[in-house]
């Protein structure tokens, strides 16, 4: 995976999340033995992936370790997620059917999406940041509502999560990239409650009062315990337990 702009001297000028190559190094990671119990699919990008973690266990994993000693054994665990991914790159892997399989055997998706194409514009000109803005906003709503779209299709009974973006800059981020990240999550909750069974998981207000404890030493993934929290938030939302 290749990272850029991790120059905190640049981080006022940018967008609030780093940019990624694309890595398919990650696809199709089972985490555990097939049963017949829950299976959790994570897609979507580096997160999803689970960058950062300091045990390499992610979301998904982190979530079945929550749950009771004697049931963990019941869940698997599969993640086609791919570091660098944007939405468009999301809506290609599933139409493409490469995660159909996956898709139909879940019980639990989890999405991790957009923080990329919202870093697209970080070097955009003042005076065009509001149109490229706009433009990727609309283009990652349509692709994510296609994704929906398409797993409802194959799977309408698994729940679906959405994480929404969080701002690793901290006080460094200047209001006007505050404002669009918000408006990124904002907009991005509409489109997916409109979904039957899908919810969004709000990261913004969580990751900003614990930074230093929930940042990785990249600055940009969560760290394990980040990612621990991320599963808590999962594990209180879904309601297929």
């Known amino acids: 995976m290749s990272?850029?702009?991790?120059?905190?001297?640049?981080?006022?000028?940018?967008?609030?999340?780093?940019?990624?190559?694309?890595?398919?190094?990650?696809?199709?990671?089972?985490?555990?033995?097939?049963?017949?119990?829950?299976?959790?699919?994570?897609?979507?990008?580096?997160?999803?992936?689970?960058?950062?973690?300091e045990r390499n266990m992610g979301i998904g994993e982190r979530y079945v370790t929550m749950q009771e000693y004697e049931i963990r054994d019941l869940y698997e665990v599969i993640n086609f997620a791919v570091p660098g991914a944007e939405t468009k790159n999301l809506l290609e892997q599933v139409i493409n059917g490469e995660v159909d399989d996956a898709i139909v055997s879940s019980d639990l998706i989890i999405v991790s999406i957009g923080g990329n194409n919202l870093n697209r514009i970080r070097n955009a000109e003042a005076s065009m940041l509001m149109v490229e803005f706009e433009e990727k906003l609309s283009e990652h709503l349509g692709?994510?509502?296609?994704?929906?779209?398409?797993?409802?299709?194959?799977?309408?009974?698994?729940?679906?999560?959405?994480?929404?973006?969080?701002?690793?800059?901290?006080?460094?981020?200047?209001?006007?990239?505050?404002?669009?990240?918000?408006?990124?999550?904002?907009?991005?909750?509409?489109?997916?409650?409109?979904?039957?069974?899908?919810?969004?998981?709000?990261?913004?207000?969580?990751?900003?009062?614990?930074?230093?404890?929930?940042?990785?030493?990249?600055?940009?993934?969560?760290?394990?315990?980040?990612?621990?929290?991320?599963?808590r938030m999962v594990d209180q939302i879904i309601s297929w337990k």
């Open 3 to 53: 990272i850029t702009g991790t120059d905190t001297s640049q981080r006022k000028e940018n967008i609030v999340v780093p940019t990624e190559t694309i890595d398919d190094t990650y696809l199709g990671i089972s985490s555990l033995d097939e049963s017949n119990g829950k299976v959790i699919l994570t897609i979507g990008d580096s997160i999803g992936v689970g960058i950062g973690d």
């Open 143 to 231: 692709d994510l509502e296609k994704v929906l779209s398409y797993i409802g299709d194959k799977n309408r009974d698994a729940e679906i999560v959405v994480l929404g973006l969080y701002n690793p800059f901290g006080d460094d981020t200047n209001n006007e990239d505050v404002r669009l990240v918000q408006e990124w999550n904002y907009q991005t909750r509409v489109a997916v409650m409109e979904v039957e069974n899908s919810h969004v998981v709000p990261l913004y207000d969580i990751f900003a009062d614990n930074l230093e404890l929930l940042l990785s030493i990249d600055d940009f993934h969560p760290s394990g315990e980040g990612y621990e929290r991320i599963a």
